[in-house]
Each structure stands twice: as C-alpha cells, then as structure tokens.
C-alpha cells in the first residue's frame, strides 16, 4: 500500500466514525427515548381506560338496584286508589 491510500483509508475511516458518533447513534438513542414514552404513554391510557370501565360497571349495577327500588315501591302506589265518596 502505498502512503496515499493508507491516508485515503484514514480519512474515510475518520469521517465515517464521525458521522456514526454524531448522527447514527443520537438517532438510535432518541428514537430509543420515544418508543419508551410511547409504551408508557399506552400502558397509562389502558390503565385508564379500565378504571374507568369498572367505575362504569359500577355505577350502572348501583344505578339498576336503585331502579329496582323504585320500581318495586310505584307498583305499590299505583294499586293504591283513593275511595270517593259520590252523593
């Protein structure tokens, strides 16, 4: 090999590291940090999707007694039948 190809090699070995130090691995590592925060993201949103499906179930179950309730006390009214006298 000749001094000017070894110099050549040194240089594209040189700017290639560069480039893979400065641009490659940011990218790796930004794009790392966003597919975290997006799993994290997810997972909170699913979490909280199901807090509120159980608070629904509960209140709709609550709210089917509470109609039962009043259900079971207007068929009691309504056999009721105020007497009047006629003259």
């Known amino acids: 090999m000749t001094p000017f190809q070894i ?3 040194g240089c594209v070995l040189y700017v290639l590291y560069k480039f893979v130090t400065r641009i490659v691995l940011p990218v790796m590592k930004a794009t790392r940090a966003v597919k975290a925060q997006m ?3 997810q997972a909170a949103a699913q979490q909280q ?7 629904y179930q509960q209140t709709s179950t609550q709210q089917r007694r509470q109609h039962a309730k009043n259900v079971d006390t207007s068929v009691t ?3 009721y ?4 006298e006629i003259k």
Do not use: R, T
């Open 7 to 9: 110099l050549f090699f």
């Open 39 to 41: 799993q994290a993201m």
């Open 49 to 55: 999707y199901q807090q509120q499906q159980q608070q």
């Open 77 to 79: 009214d309504a056999e």
């Open 81 to 84: 039948i105020d007497f009047e």
